[in-house]
């Protein structure tokens, strides 16, 4: 399973954004992903992953752009690298 692929399809799926809209470093929030659509990709991510993010886990750095919910994603998954 593609992590990053998965994420990005939801994002451009529940808050439309065109597909070479957002990149790994396109700033999210307080942008393009306004606080209900952040729970609901939590969520997502959630059960899509079978996570469970504790509240440390869910800050404004881990939620920044693509980038950076992949690679949170892949720590709580201890995976690292490219899928």
Known sequence: MDIRETIHGFI????????GDIRDD?????GLVD???LMKLISFIEEEF??????DDITTEHFRT??????????????SGTS
Do not use: C, H, M, Y
């Open 50 to 55: 079978d996570l469970t993010f504790s509240d």
């Open 66 to 79: 693509l980038g950076n919910i992949e690679a949170l994603v892949r720590d709580r998954l201890g995976q």
């Open 35 to 37: 606080s209900l659509e």
């Open 26 to 30: 396109t700033p999210l929030l307080g």
């Open 12 to 19: 451009r799926k529940e808050v439309g954004v065109p597909d």
